[in-house]
């Protein structure tokens, strides 16, 4: 069990709703390919995707702003399955536009 899952109950962490699509890859295994995430918190993720993935599997998913980040599969339920991450993230990198720093917006949208 990873030090997040200790030091805060799972539920407790925020949740952001969003649709990002992301690639996942088993460590152990194959690549998956591209999975759409639909929350995402600190300590973890769900997602949806045609996978074959079992509870405890460890994964590698790529997320836009992040990189790559690693855990493992917390629970499986038709279609969709949630992955906890070894170390904390920020999730709302996850939601910055790629590739855009301030001073390129345009003044009028700062």
């Known amino acids: 069990m990873n030090s997040q899952a200790v030091d ?3 539920r407790q962490l925020d949740r952001d709703s969003l649709f990002l ?6 460590i152990n295994g194959d690549d998956c390919g591209e999975v759409r995430i639909r929350n995402l918190s600190a300590g973890g993720l769900m997602a949806e995707a045609p996978v074959l993935a079992k509870r405890g599997d460890n994964v590698q998913i790529e997320l ?6 690693t855990g493992y599969v917390a629970w499986v339920a038709q279609g969709r399955f949630g992955v906890a991450f070894d170390h904390p993230i920020d999730p709302k ?3 910055q536009p790629v590739g855009q720093k301030k001073s390129d917006v345009p003044r009028y949208l700062r």
Not at 64 to 69: A, H, T
């Open 8 to 10: 805060h109950p799972k």
């Open 21 to 26: 699509k992301a690639s996942l890859r088993f």
């Open 64 to 69: 836009r702003n992040i990189g790559r980040i």
């Open 93 to 95: 990198l996850a939601r």
